[in-house]
T-cell receptor, first 112, second 114 residues
Framework: GQQVMQIPQYQHVQEGEDFTTYCNSS?????IQWYKQRPGGHPVFLIQ?????EVKKQKRLTFQFGEAKKNSSLHITATQTTDVGTYFC????????????FGKGTLLTVNP | DARVTQTPRHKVTEMGQEVTMRCQPI?????VFWYRQTMMQGLELLAY????????DSGMPKDRFSAEMPDATLATLKIQPSEPRDSAVYFC????????????FGPGTRLTVL
């Protein structure tokens, strides 16, 4: 079945440093979504990427979808303590309009 | 502010007992998902429904887990009998099923089986 790998598993940064998490799928994706889960909370939707090579920005967050639609990345510029949490990518294959396969997430901690 | 609600938020039970978790999806959402989250396995999809019909429950241990949607406002996940390895946070999520089709997660039920 479809697998979504995410690296790194953990990342600790000093406040103000940049952060990147990478996501790779074993199959071509129809779209990919990113979620953030604060400690003790639940996953919250951030964004969806659909087109090959797509780049989207949300303030300090930059999301990219690879040309082959099998990989994606999330980059945070100048991290803040409010960025702490686990970032998940979740891929959707062409076979289903509903099912998402989640990566295991990257836990980001930020030292003030 | 529409939200997915889940009850109970916490459950501690003994091995062998039946556990029932409930979820109220956002009104108007026609897809409902059950996930289990553990440190080791991450977020695992257990089952999901569209228009109350089960579409896929292949992620669920069939011998002890069951998921149903008695009506559009209620989804249930039942474990009988429960085992210590079932200890996890169980999330319910709902979605519109169209458009961006993001999933809205509930706060989760933290289950501990002793």
């Amino acid at each position: 079945g479809q697998q979504v790998m995410q690296i790194p598993q953990y990342q600790h940064v000093q406040e103000g440093e940049d952060f990147t998490t990478y996501c790779n799928s074993s199959t071509t994706l129809s779209n990919i979504q990113w979620y953030k889960q604060r400690p003790g909370g639940h996953p919250v939707f951030l964004i969806q990427l659909v087109k090959s090579g797509e780049v989207k920005k949300q303030k300090r967050l930059t999301f990219q979808f690879g040309e082959a639609k099998k990989n994606s990345s999330l980059h945070i510029t100048a991290t803040q303590t409010t960025d702490v949490g686990t970032y998940f990518c979740a891929g959707r294959s062409g076979g289903s309009n509903y099912k998402l396969t989640f990566g295991k997430g990257t836990l980001l901690t930020v030292n003030p | 502010d529409a939200r997915v609600t889940q009850t109970p938020r916490h459950k501690v039970t003994e091995m062998g007992q039946e556990v029932t978790m409930r979820c109220q999806p956002i009104l108007g959402h026609n897809t409902v998902f059950w996930y289990r989250q553990t440190m080791m396995q991450g977020l695992e999809l257990l089952a999901y429904f569209r228009n109350r019909a089960p579409l896929d429950d292949s992620g669920m241990p069939k011998d002890r887990f069951s998921a149903e949607m008695p009506d559009a406002t209620l989804a249930t996940l039942k474990i009988q009998p429960s085992e210590p390895r079932d200890s996890a946070v169980y999330f319910c999520a709902s979605g519109l099923g169209t458009g961006v089709n993001e999933q809205f997660f509930g706060p989760g039920t933290r289950l501990t089986v002793l």
